[in-house]
């Protein structure tokens, strides 16, 4: 895999004359434009391609021990140089985050009679958030010689420097969270002696508005300069850095200016003056206004001289949930929210055939809680709980088939056991089982991508790709059925209505165990608790309603490549390479992509069915010690000890074996001295703590796998995603009282 320098055609190639590409980890990094910043941010420059519709090519590779895989999930590691973990961020200074937060509250409490109480309250609070992400950027070397000017790159990989370069896209995210509440509360307790027994009541009444707003939006070139919608690749910008890795640690960042919020102007061959401005990314933008009536009543009852303890609570909650959908502005071709003043015709165009402008829904949701506390003798008393209800998910997220917020997902939990306590309480605890399950639940992260939504929209980019290489763009001669609502009449249909962005997916899921605790009051001074619990993890009917839509979608790549071969009597598409929207070929083919689903969702669905995730046994212990007399009066130090055994991290579908990551032990410490004023001069209603508190003392390092993998060749289990824990953390704090 050795790259030699050819000075006669001046390119990278192997050891066999042949031109480097993937199998030495070289590629081309396409970029209409991009903005490149000299190693310590003082010189910026704009380099475009050759022409006005020619992209900025450089021929990379980052095939480099610093990178820990080439997967844009996993940033470069840049230990094995010398460069100490968390002394550098690579996404720079451009990144940021910032927050504003409000609140408000007024509460009345009015005792109306003996036992019963009034409360009124109003709460108001509004959180706003704002910041920039990079990405995870990864080590680049240059190896393109020469610039589109014919001039020599000063920071091409052969000039000897040692140049890296990292660049990336940036993404602005800004949140809204405004919550409004009114609440009236009314409580009553009445002892009826000791033939009815002791008993409390409480009703609430409450109305809850909420308006969640995600703004999720893509640094561009403003005005679409190079053509397309506002968001696609080649109107982004790009942001690159070069520097040296031994020279000042500071200067290992993506390119970026202090604050990108301000648009910025460069001046372009081609188009003259290009500002920078923000676009919608997506169409995951969300806007609900979300109102809850809620109407709710509480119990307890102390029975059989306070033998018997029973609780119960019901609640009843009208949702209203509105909000509205997101579409592309015909004018300007950005990502926005939809109007009443639309078209219902572009709406349903991007919202699966939806003519309002808005989803408005109705829920009602009902919990019931129940619980009991059964005291057999002055040691031991019997336990149990149950409740159930419903949850709303995320409201940003989407699920297949249509694209659309999940609905809410129905939970039961029940735990029962038996507690006990001796001497007066010296020494107490408790073993409980737990059982808890939800249906239909939802959940982020990339399943549903890797399963569905990136093969059907890889795919429908190269069928697009194929047919317009070959001059067709009407696809109505094709008689092909709609798909979910959605005519297939264009190749521009199927890299738009006919994508997916569904970013979650469901489940049904059940864990249980038990649990186990004690307190020991060893002397008055001396307090020694621990506690373990096991528990399992499964989730079943992963991701079952993304089935028949591939199906569906199974059934239009069947159909659009036999019209390919009728139409141009070419070989079929899924015997082609993929392609993307710039023409540049993948490593697999449309077949393989196929291939892919069924083999990623087999694979998720074992990891999940397996407790993905999960660390059955848990335990810990603690102990304090504190000096009442003696010189060492005020002072109490304490420490413990904190076992989780390893997770799952992955599954070898051929064994069919769990893959289980590292064990986890942590030491931790504490220490605190108490005196009358500071260092003991004051009097005694002035009191002064100081504390000391160390996690993590013995500074364990153990890699935590998150994910493992099997080797294809040696059949070796390896992480492929792991983290370190947290090391030692010292934290001194001085609390004090007069």
Do not use: C
Not at 156 to 176: A, D, K, Q, T, V
Not at 532 to 540: I, V
Not at 674 to 697: A, E, I, M, P, W
Not at 710 to 733: L, M
């Amino acid at each position: 895999g050795q790259l030699v320098w050819d000075p006669n055609q001046e390119r990278y190639e192997t050891l066999t004359d042949s031109n480097a590409g993937g199998d030495q980890g070289v590629g081309n990094v396409n970029r209409r434009n991009v903005i490149v910043y000299s190693p310590d941010f003082s010189t910026v420059d704009l380099i475009e391609g050759t022409a006005a519709n020619s992209n900025y090519s450089t021929r990379a590779s980052n095939s480099s021990f610093h990178n820990v895989s080439n997967g844009n999930d996993n940033p470069s590691n840049l230990e094995h140089f010398g460069v100490p973990l968390g002394s550098v961020s690579g996404t720079g200074f451009s990144e940021f985050g910032e927050e504003d937060v409000t609140k408000f509250t007024a509460t009345l409490t009015q005792n109306l009679m003996e036992g019963m109480y009034l409360e009124l309250s109003v709460n108001d609070s509004m959180r706003q958030t704002d910041g920039i992400l990079a990405g995870n950027p990864q080590l680049n070397v240059d190896l393109t010689r020469l610039l589109p000017d014919g001039s020599v790159n000063p920071y091409w990989y052969g000039n000897g420097e040692g140049y890296y370069f990292m660049e990336s896209h940036y993404i602005r995210l800004g949140r809204i969270h405004d919550n409004d509440t009114l609440r009236a509360a009314l409580s009553y307790e009445k002892d009826f002696g000791e033939r009815w027994g002791f008993h409390r009541f409480a009703l609430m009444v409450e109305d809850h508005k909420a308006y969640e707003l995600r703004d999720r939006d893509r640094e561009v070139w403003a005005d679409r300069p190079n053509g397309g919608n506002a968001d696609v690749a080649n109107n982004r910008v790009y942001r690159r850095h070069y520097f040296q890795l031994d020279g000042p640690k500071e200067q290992i960042a993506v390119g970026g200016s202090p604050d990108m919020r301000i648009s910025e102007t460069f001046d372009s061959i081609y188009h003259g003056d290009l500002n920078t401005a923000w676009v919608g990314a997506n169409n995951r933008d969300a806007g609900d206004e979300v109102s809850t009536k809620t109407n709710m009543i509480v119990m307890q009852n102390y029975l059989f001289n306070r033998r018997l303890v029973t609780t119960f609570g019901y609640r009843d909650d009208d949702l209203t949930i509105e909000g509205p959908l997101t579409i592309r502005d015909p004018d300007t071709t950005e990502w926005r929210f939809a109007t009443p003043d639309d078209d219902p015709a572009l709406i349903g165009q991007y919202n699966s055939g939806r003519q309002d402008w808005n989803l408005v829904s109705n829920e009602s949701a009902e919990f019931l809680t129940t619980g009991a506390v059964f005291h057999l003798t002055k040691n031991f008393a019997l336990t149990a709980n149950s409740s159930d209800g419903i949850q709303l998910p995320e409201r940003n997220r989407n699920v297949l088939p249509d694209d659309v917020v999940p609905s809410p997902f129905d939970g039961q939990g029940t735990d029962y056991g038996v507690s006990f306590s001796f001497n007066e309480n010296a020494i107490s605890g408790s073993l409980k089982y737990f059982e808890s399950s939800t249906l239909r639940e939802s959940t982020g992260g990339s399943l549903a991508q890797d399963v569905f939504v990136n093969p059907n929209n890889d795919i429908l980019q190269s069928f697009a790709w194929y047919f317009e290489d070959q001059g067709i763009t009407d696809l109505t001669p094709a008689g092909i059925g709609a798909v979910q609502g959605n005519p297939v009449n264009s190749t521009e249909a199927l890299v738009t209505t006919l994508e997916s962005g569904a970013d979650a997916y469901l489940f049904d899921n059940l864990s249980e165990g038990y649990e186990f605790e004690l307190l020991a009051n060893v002397t008055d001074n001396w307090i020694v608790r621990f506690n373990y619990s096991y528990t399992t993890n499964t989730r079943t009917n992963v991701l079952l309603e993304g089935v028949p839509w591939w199906a569906e979608r199974r059934a239009l790549f069947n159909d659009l490549d036999s019209y390919y071969i009728a139409a141009t009597g070419d070989t079929s598409v899924f015997d082609k390479m993929l392609v993307d929207a710039d023409g540049v070929e993948g490593s697999n083919s449309v077949a393989s992509r196929v291939a892919d689903s069924d083999s990623q969702l087999a694979l998720n669905r074992a990891e999940q069915e397996n407790g993905f995730g999960v660390r059955p046994n848990k335990a810990n212990i603690w102990t304090r010690y504190s000096f009442n007399e003696g010189r060492l009066k005020g002072l109490t130090i304490g420490g413990g000890y904190r076992y989780q055994q390893g997770n799952v991290a992955g599954v070898d579908l051929i064994n069919n074996t769990k893959l289980i990551g590292n064990p986890s032990f942590l030491a931790d410490f504490m220490a605190s001295y108490r005196t009358k004023g500071f260092f003991g001069k004051g009097n005694d209603n002035h009191r002064v703590t100081y504390q000391v508190n160390v996690s993590n003392l013995l500074d364990e390092d153990t890699l935590i796998s998150t994910k493992i993998f099997t080797d294809t060749v040696t059949n070796e289990p390896f992480g492929k995603r792991v983290y370190r824990t947290d090391p030692r953390k010292v934290s001194f704090t001085i609390r004090t009282s007069f």
